[in-house]
């Protein structure tokens, strides 16, 4: 999608190992957003940012961390990463805090 | 706790039918109600959204219907063709313009349009 590239793409990672994914934008928009995709649940927020350095909890945290030292890239850590953390995952960003423009997705297998 | 609840999970139309979606929501805080299209391997795309001061909004073959006091929104698609064939979200979110309006997405419809 224009404006916003995620990586890596696909990422096969084992149990208990650190995982980091990237979102980076070339739009300038203020808010950033993490989402996961899983069957049956949509897309639920795990964490999110209005400004460089302020971020803040969504609805499934517990197990992730998220920086966002620079405007245009928001990054989110699985510190140890677990089976249920098995997911895709989607960035997305917005200017006015309306109107999501969604990235490819990261698909993450924790084996 | 599920906000957003979206129905059906999956259906099948034929092409030239209308395909119906429709999603319920608890929160009466929420202020707006987008829905996205997702086809495979993409991120989901931003298909139409409205606010709850009106009860209809069109956008081509796409309309949202909005019942503000059953706290429900539907998405129609009319006159279905094979390239809509892809999955839809229902989403809503509270205005918070200083922490970034959170949407919260029901669980997705996955539309086969057949020809």
């Known amino acids: 999608d224009a404006g916003i590239t995620q990586s890596p793409r696909h990422k096969v990672t084992e149990t208990g190992t650190p995982v980091t994914l990237r979102c980076h934008q070339t739009e300038n928009h203020r808010y950033m957003y993490w989402y996961r995709q899983d069957p049956g649940h949509g897309l639920r927020l795990i964490h999110y940012s209005y400004g460089v350095k302020d971020t803040d909890k969504g609805e499934v945290s517990d197990g992730y961390s998220v920086s966002r030292s620079k405007t245009e890239d928001f990054l989110l850590t699985l510190e140890s990463a677990t089976s249920s953390q098995t997911s895709v995952y989607f960035c997305?960003?917005?200017?006015?805090?309306?109107?999501?423009?969604f990235g490819s997705g990261t698909r993450l297998t924790v084996v | 706790q599920q906000q957003v609840k979206q129905s059906p999970q999956s259906l099948i139309v034929q092409k030239g039918g209308i395909s119906i979606i429709n999603c319920a929501y608890e929160n009466t805080a929420f202020d707006y109600f987008p829905w996205y299209q997702q086809f495979p391997g993409k991120g989901p795309a931003l298909l139409i959204a409205?606010?709850?001061?009106?009860s209809e909004k069109k956008e081509g073959r796409f309309t949202i219907s909005f019942n503000k006091s059953a706290k429900q929104f539907s998405l129609h698609i009319m006159d279905s063709q094979p390239g809509d064939s892809a999955t839809y979200f229902c989403?809503?979110?509270?205005?918070?313009?200083?922490?970034?309006?959170?949407?919260?997405f029901g669980g997705g419809t996955r539309v086969l349009v057949k020809p």
């Open positions: 989403a809503a979110s509270r205005g918070n313009k200083a922490a970034g309006n959170k949407l919260t």
């Open positions: 997305a960003i917005s200017d006015r805090g309306y109107g999501y423009t």
């Open positions: 409205i606010r709850p001061d009106v």
